[in-house]
């Protein structure tokens, strides 16, 4: 069964890697959330999508060139709407804090190129492993590179490989990178994929998946997770596919 996870939080119904969304995620009983970190110019995990903040909040500016309590000064939430107004950027401690007594799997998409965050992966584990939640993380990120430095650091740590283009056998790539998963665009979801994923041990978690009929095609292909912005959505899909 698809294992539905949250894309940035509960993103279709507040603003993206904020804590309503991660809330509104739990409360609609999503069974995992995917957030986007970077670090601080003074060396804070922070979960933000984009390397600079001004698309999600009424602020400018890269995130690695502001500290923390400079990030914190803007609003995160009037973008999206009023009700979110003065809403704040959140630390991946925060995040973590939230959830540590909840069961789902956390995603924790390391944001690293163009803009590369030394030592951001040390960083990660080291919340991780304070918080001991280790079985319930999966890390990625599209930066191949620092999904082998976290593997470096710690062989134990699950990772899961994004990408958007059409690769031929990824499992097999998958494997030599030690990887529990891949995370492709959804259009890559073929039968040569599943197939070839299922008869290798490889989990396959496509992004971003948010129209009725895609899910219906995801779930029937039988893939192991699905992250999308609507996870309320997702689970009533999944539920009336199970009848």
């Known amino acids: 069964m698809s294992k539905i996870i949250a ?8 603003p993206e890697n904020t804590m309503p969304a991660f809330e509104m995620a739990l409360e609609m009983n999503a ?5 986007d970190v970077h670090t601080s110019k ?27 309590e400079e990030l914190r000064s803007y609003d995160y ?28 799997l956390l995603n924790i998409e390391i944001k690293s190129g163009p803009h590369i965050y030394e030592g951001i992966e040390q960083k990660v584990i080291d919340l991780i492993k304070e918080y001991k939640m ?5 890390i990625s990120s599209f930066n191949h ?39 492709p665009s959804y259009y890559n979801i073929i039968p040569e994929v599943v197939d070839g994923c299922k008869e290798n041990g490889i989990q396959l978690n496509p992004y971003t998946i948010n129209d009725e009929s895609d899910l219906e ?27």
């Open 7 to 14: 894309h940035r939080g509960a993103s279709g119904y507040a």
């Open 77 to 104: 939430g009037s973008w999206y709407s009023d009700e979110f107004k003065d809403t704040t950027i959140p630390t991946l401690r925060e995040v973590l804090e939230l959830l540590k007594d909840w069961e789902g």
């Open 145 to 183: 590179y620092s999904l082998r430095d976290i593997k470096k650091i710690d062989p134990n740590i699950k990772i899961g490989l994004l990408y958007a283009a059409g690769l031929v056998e990824p499992w097999i790539y998958a494997k030599r990178m030690d990887a529990t998963a891949l995370h």
């Open 31 to 35: 069974e995992g959330i995917e957030i």
């Open 42 to 68: 003074d060396g804070e995990v922070v979960v933000i999508h984009d390397p600079t903040i001004n698309r999600t909040s009424n602020g400018e500016g890269l995130v690695g060139e502001l500290t923390l």
């Open 134 to 138: 280790e079985d319930r993380i999966i």
């Open 217 to 243: 095609r995801m779930v029937d292909a039988g893939v192991d997770g699905i992250i999308t912005n609507y996870p309320d959505r997702a689970l009533k899909v999944r539920e009336r596919m199970k009848k």
